[in-house]
């Protein structure tokens, strides 16, 4: 199905539905939830997602698991989707909480050939077996490391979604301890109760997902690395090598499936 409203097709009697969507760049699908679970794939473009847990940046042959009747909130940048809605009781991935997954070729291929699928499909058919194909990939995608999430205290909350909007990696955890009123030691303590990160894992991990969405729009590497306080573009590709396996210069670019 293409561009087809979730609305008119949800009560349909299929544990798997398959939506095909095009985005205009730059729509914005404010907070909502789905009685579903969702696994959201951008085949082309960058989506920006946020629920109350945090943030995500998922970058080209990448995609979203975003659990049944979570709220969520997504920046589409250029994007084209393939989108799964399952029914909660399909055992597919961990129901509680948002993963960033890699696509593999294979499930590519397969997301894409789900938009030719019907609501009503035959289950028992090509369909059906396609579908069935499609939850099993997903089962065993990887997940990538490109979270950040947000604490539920409100003013430490405020002040990540401020550094979220301008992320800078030498930003020093004195000045966030000093807004808070508390002691360093207070606060490191505090942050990590409230993300599971110490602050210096959440800096960096932010950065990184900006990183990410600024590689996406075409803004040279070194332009990155100095605009998020790195003091080199060679430390800036160290940190993104290690984590994420490949160089900031050829993470996005076009793989062979096509």
Same mark, same amino acid.
Request: glycine share 8%; net charge neutral; hydrophobic share 40%.
């Given at each position: ?27 914005? %699908?404010?907070a /909502?939830?789905? !009685?579903? +679970?969702?696994? =959201?794939?951008?085949?082309?473009? *960058? ?34 989707t ?25 499930l ?24 069935? %194909?499609?939850? /099993?990939?997903? !089962?065993? +995608?990887?997940? =990538?490391?490109?979270?950040?999430? *947000? ?52 800096r ?38 290690? !984590? ?9 670019m ?5």
């Amino acid at each position: 199905m293409l561009n087809v409203p979730l609305a008119t097709v949800d009560a349909t009697d299929r544990a798997v539905l398959a939506i095909g969507t095009d985005y205009t760049p730059g729509t914005v %699908l404010s907070a /909502h939830v789905h !009685r579903r +679970a969702q696994f =959201l794939y951008g085949i082309s473009g *960058l989506m920006e997602v946020e629920t109350d847990d945090g943030a995500w940046v998922i970058p080209p042959y990448s995609g979203v698991w975003i659990p049944a009747g979570k709220r969520h909130r997504v920046v589409m940048c250029g994007v084209s989707t393939r989108s799964l809605y399952l029914e909660p009781a399909l055992e597919v991935r961990d129901n509680g909480q948002c993963q960033a997954l890699v696509v593999s070729p294979l499930l590519h291929h397969l997301l894409l050939a789900s938009a030719d699928v019907p609501a009503r499909y035959d289950e028992q058919g090509r369909d059906g077996h396609l579908v069935h %194909l499609i939850v /099993h990939e997903l !089962r065993k +995608a990887t997940c =990538l490391p490109l979270f950040a999430p *947000l604490p539920r205290e409100p003013r430490l909350a405020a002040l990540c979604r401020d550094f979220l909007a301008a992320p800078g990696i030498g930003q020093p955890a004195d000045a966030w301890a000093e807004a808070l009123h508390c002691s360093p030691r207070t606060f490191s303590r505090l942050f990590r109760q409230h993300t599971g990160l110490s602050f210096g894992e959440w800096r960096q991990q932010a950065c990184l997902l900006a990183a990410v969405t600024r590689l996406a729009a075409g803004t040279p590497v070194t332009r990155v690395a100095l605009e998020l306080g790195y003091e080199s573009p060679s430390a800036f590709s160290s940190m993104f090598q290690r !984590r994420l396996g490949c160089a900031p210069s050829t993470y996005l670019m076009k793989d062979d499936r096509g």
